[in-house]
Each structure stands twice: as structure tokens, then as C-alpha cells.
């Protein structure tokens, strides 16, 4: 029986990636750095989850003397303050169906869960630049980067959740947008729906128990019924 949804964040709830490329091209400019991440190279650096890894994986191919701890986590700050900005004053709306889902399944009942690789910060920032659709204070278990620094396709943030819940990895069900957030939530023993995103449209997504386009035309009870079928075949 589903008990419990446990929702990505950056791709899923809301497209925020674009916001996230132009905060780090922004914190680039502040510190007069040279970079400008286009969309063809930001899709390619997300196969790193995670800003800093993010950072710091670009950062070994072009500036190899410049990774240390310090200057990555200054740059990541200057980032994240423009991307908590734009957010929280609602430059990044919530996925189609995902506020009524989310709607759906606290009156049903059904615990709410997020697991995400991003900091708290931008997840705060994200509800509050969305005050029309269901808070976040009505989330049973709030997992980001400060609980799971182990990022994606790593299970931890998973992991935690289902401790946070109190609940098997079989009575809850993941949304994912990513190749990443499919072997994390996967590995967890979860059952995975996508629903692509534009920095992940057309990936393969082997394991998941569906690919959408996205949840408008989803229902509550489409989620329990592709929940139980996935159970049964695993
Ligand atoms: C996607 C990520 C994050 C964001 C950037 O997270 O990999 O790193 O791209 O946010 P999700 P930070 O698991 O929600 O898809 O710079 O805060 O990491
Ligand atoms: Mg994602």
C-alpha cells in the first residue's frame, strides 16, 4: 500500500535548473572569473549532482591549481545567495500538477517526503517563492544536503527519508527528473517514477516504474495504482 510520496526537488517539483545555471554564471561574473555555463555544457556538468561537486569537477578540467575546499565553497555561496533570491521572490513556479498532487496526497492521507541533493536553503527558498501551493512545513521529512552529503545516485538521501518516515522502502514511492536520482532512489530499494525535465528529456531511465512528460494529467489514485504494480513486479 503507498503510505508515502517522496519527492525530488531541483527538475521535479519545479525547472529550477535554469536558475541554477544563470546563479552560477552570476557568482562567475562577481568574482570576475571568465566561465559562462551555456545549456549544452550545464547539461553535460549535471551528470555531477550537487553544486559543489558540480563546481569542482568543471573547476579540475579548467583551472586545476583552483579547487581548493575554501575557494569552491566561496564561489558556492555567492551562488547560492543569487539562486535564493530569485527563487524566494518566485522566478521558478512549481511543475505542472505537482502543488495538486501534493494537495491530494496530504488529504489522503499519504506522507510527504523530499529527498534532494540541493541545500535547505534553496528548498526554503523554492516553497517560499511558491506560497499558493501546500507548505513545506506539511512535509513529514525534509532531506537535503546537510542530512545526505553523500549526493546522487547515492542512496543516503533516500535512505534517510525512509528513517525520517519511519517506513519500508516498498510502501513509498520516489519522483525523479534524473539518471541520478533513479540509481539513488533505486538503490534504497524504491520504486522510481520519472518525469523527464528539460535538462533530462530523452535519458534512458531503466528501472523506472514509468517516464511522464510531467503530473498534470496524474491523478492520486494513478500514483497508488502504478505503486502497486511496481511492487508486485519487483
Ligand atoms: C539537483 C542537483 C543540485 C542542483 C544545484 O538536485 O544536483 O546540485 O543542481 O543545487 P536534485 P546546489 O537532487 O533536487 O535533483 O548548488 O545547492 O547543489
Ligand atoms: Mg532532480
Redesign the pocket.
Known amino acids: 500500500m503507498l503510505r508515502a510520496l517522496i519527492f525530488?526537488?531541483?527538475?521535479?517539483?519545479a525547472e529550477?535548473?535554469e536558475a541554477?545555471r544563470a546563479?552560477?554564471n552570476e557568482a562567475f561574473a562577481d568574482l570576475d572569473l571568465p566561465w559562462r555555463w551555456d545549456r549544452p555544457l550545464y547539461r553535460e556538468l549535471?551528470a555531477?549532482?550537487?553544486?559543489?561537486?558540480?563546481?569542482r569537477a568543471f573547476l579540475d578540467r579548467h583551472d586545476p591549481g583552483g579547487t581548493s575546499d575554501e575557494r569552491i565553497a566561496a564561489l558556492?555561496q555567492c551562488?547560492?545567495a543569487h539562486?535564493t533570491t530569485a527563487v524566494a521572490q518566485g522566478a521558478v513556479p512549481f511543475r505542472p500538477g505537482v502543488a495538486r498532487l501534493i494537495a491530494e496526497a496530504h488529504a489522503a492521507g499519504v506522507a510527504l517526503a523530499?529527498?534532494?541533493?540541493?541545500?535547505r536553503?534553496?528548498?526554503d527558498a523554492l516553497f517560499t517563492g511558491n506560497g499558493d501551493a501546500p507548505p513545506l512545513a506539511g512535509f513529514a521529512a525534509v532531506m537535503?544536503?546537510e542530512d545526505a552529503p553523500a549526493?546522487?545516485p547515492d542512496p543516503q538521501?533516500y535512505r534517510r527519508a525512509l528513517d525520517a518516515l519511519g517506513l519500508p522502502p516498498s510502501a513509498c514511492l520516489a519522483i525523479?527528473?534524473?539518471v541520478?536520482?533513479l540509481g539513488?532512489a533505486r538503490a534504497a530499494g524504491i520504486p522510481v517514477l520519472i518525469t523527464e525535465s528539460v535538462y533530462t528529456h530523452g535519458d534512458p531511465f531503466p528501472g523506472a516504474a514509468a517516464v511522464l512528460t510531467d503530473l498534470s494529467g496524474t491523478t492520486l489514485a494513478d500514483l497508488v495504482r502504478l505503486h502497486g504494480r511496481a511492487v508486485q513486479g519487483s
Do not use: P
Not at 525530488?8 to 517539483?13: E, S
Not at 523530499?114 to 541545500?119: E, G, K, L, W, Y
Open positions: 525530488d526537488v531541483d527538475g521535479t517539483l529550477t535548473e541554477h546563479a552560477f549535471l555531477v549532482a550537487g553544486g559543489k561537486e558540480r563546481l558556492h551562488k547560492t539562486y523530499i529527498a534532494t541533493t540541493t541545500s536553503v534553496n528548498v537535503t544536503a549526493k546522487k538521501v525523479e527528473d534524473s541520478n536520482g539513488a
